[in-house]
């Protein structure tokens, strides 16, 4: 029975994470092409001015959500196991959130101008007094109840052990809409809509069809979210995530924010493309725990703390087997990545060196804390994040006028070691598991030869032109890491994890 049910979790990990990994690597990629788009053709003040906007609509966005997208996961589990009905756990979370999200985008208009003072605002080419990041907080503020309704909506489905939708929405829909969006009004020689109009539309697209998606697959309609009786507990687990998530993205913008402030929008613009580069290996974090969040809530439900610590690793050993030859890469060749935005850009070479140390950080410890979470210790994971923030606030405003965007990356780094050591330490010491394990030393080993290999034939590809290096050490890393990942073998739940979405394969008793 037990390995029945393990087998069946594990075809449920490998199926929606390889779904939402993928996902996540498509859209980010295609992010990854819109700032090269913005940067090219409109340049890095525009750059600049879109990632200020963008991190000042996170932030709201966030605040917004107020933890009821992770209360939306925990809660449709905790209401079909009561008996009572998921659409209403849904209902209550999306209704939260949306009242929620509509003070603070209000705020924001009403100040986009002196926000845009505060970071500097970049030039006027619109007229009218203004200048383009105050105009783009204008646009960009009313996309926010659409992104907050579009998040709970797929973090509901995902409590359904559903992420596909989720993933369309957010990785397909959103991202490429915005990057033909701009293209089109870039080629039309309209700089000026090409900046603000994309991001709105975007959202609104996105949030229309994950809310039909919403409707149909669990019967979450506009009266259930206004129907909803209120639940205490469901307000009482959202509101200490609230500080977690509001102090993590204050923490994830943070580095841009203050480049703003102090250098302006063309700063932000230069960091802005080797912060979205390392971002992409921030896909992992957000694919396996998409799906390991319910999961989790589940057995913590169950009271089944062994299979939490085998769940724990396992995902943990795939996040570390996923991510490290992409860090590698993009620590020991930076330049050729960030010269595809432009020469200009090549500068921010540490900066990107050090962001893909501290999303690998991120990946390693990440699983620690939604561990903590759907265990019902948000108080523990608040703190934490609450002192990460400090550390890092402290050791930009240290660093940054100093080095520039490697000053801002480096606080990054240290702020993301200190937090990734707290998760892993209290989820040892609270729930009496462990994220390390034996195998760990298989990507550890295949790792350092690909690196060695990577810093070898760095000259050589240096002497290449960026995009041919760039695609060149992506085949030389990968080759030689899954070589080296092959000769050490890997463990017997590994190929299960593998061989349990193999079509029509019956799971061994």
């Avoid at 209120?230 to 609230?242: G, S």
């Avoid at 509001?246 to 912060?275: F, N, R």
């Amino acid at each position: 029975m037990n390995r029945n049910r393990s087998a069946s979790r594990n075809r449920l990990i490998a199926g929606q994470a390889g779904i939402s990994y993928g996902g996540f690597i498509f859209g980010q990629a295609v992010r990854f092409a819109f700032n090269m788009a913005v940067a090219r053709m409109l340049g890095e003040e525009s750059l600049g001015v879109y990632a200020l906007a963008l991190a000042v609509m996170q932030i709201v966005e966030t605040f917004g959500v107020a933890g009821y997208d992770a209360a939306a996961v925990r809660y449709v589990n905790i209401y079909q196991a009561e008996g009572r009905k998921a659409s209403d756990a849904a209902g209550l979370a999306i209704r939260s959130a949306l009242f929620m999200s509509l003070v603070p985008a209000l705020l924001v208009m009403l100040f986009s101008a002196p926000l845009a003072r505060l970071f500097n605002g970049g030039s006027a080419p619109l007229g009218g007094g203004g200048t383009l990041l105050h105009f783009a907080l204008l646009s960009y503020a009313v996309a926010v109840p659409f992104n907050v309704v579009a998040t709970v909506a797929g973090h509901a489905l995902q409590g359904h052990r559903d992420l596909v939708p989720k993933i369309v929405a957010t990785q397909l829909i959103a991202p490429i809409a915005m990057l033909a969006l701009t293209l089109l009004l870039a080629f039309a020689n309209a700089p000026g809509p090409a900046l603000l109009v994309p991001y709105t539309a975007a959202s609104v697209l996105s949030c229309l069809w994950i809310w039909r998606q919403l409707r149909l697959k669990t019967g979450t309609g506009i009266r259930e979210v206004l129907g909803a009786p209120a639940d205490r507990r469901m307000k009482a687990f959202a509101f200490p995530l609230l500080g977690v998530s509001l102090v993590s993205m204050i923490a994830y913008w943070l580095d841009i924010l203050l480049l703003g402030m102090l250098g302006g929008p063309v700063l932000s613009g230069l960091y802005q493309p080797a912060a979205r580069t390392a971002g992409l290996l921030r896909a992992v974090l957000p694919a396996f725990s998409g799906i390991a969040a319910p999961l989790v809530a589940a057995l913590q439900a169950g009271d089944e703390s062994a299979e939490t610590g085998r769940l724990y690793r396992l995902v943990t050993r795939w996040m570390v087997l996923l991510v490290t030859p992409a860090t590698l890469f993009l620590m020991v060749l930076p330049e050729p990545v960030l010269l595809l935005f432009g020469l200009r850009f090549s500068a921010s070479a540490p900066a990107l060196a050090l962001l893909a140390a501290a999303a690998f950080a991120q990946s390693f410890g990440g699983i620690a804390g939604t561990v903590l979470s759907m265990a019902g210790h948000a108080r523990v994971t608040f703190l934490n994040a609450l002192v990460a923030l400090a550390v890092q606030v402290a050791l930009s405003v240290l660093l940054i006028p100093l080095y520039g965007t490697a000053g801002a990356a480096a606080a990054s780094l240290g702020a993301m070691l200190l937090l990734s050591a707290l998760r892993l330490l209290q989820v040892s010491r609270v729930l009496g598991v462990s994220s390390f394990s034996a195998a760990l030393w298989k990507p550890a080993a295949a790792g350092a030869g690909t690196a060695i290999l990577l810093w070898l034939c760095r000259p050589w590809l240096l002497g290449l032109g960026p995009a041919v290096a760039v695609l060149t050490g992506v085949v030389i890393a990968s080759a030689v890491y899954l070589a080296l990942i092959l000769l050490f073998r890997l463990e017997a739940e590994d190929r299960e994890l593998i061989l349990s979405i193999v079509p029509n394969r019956r799971p061994q008793s």
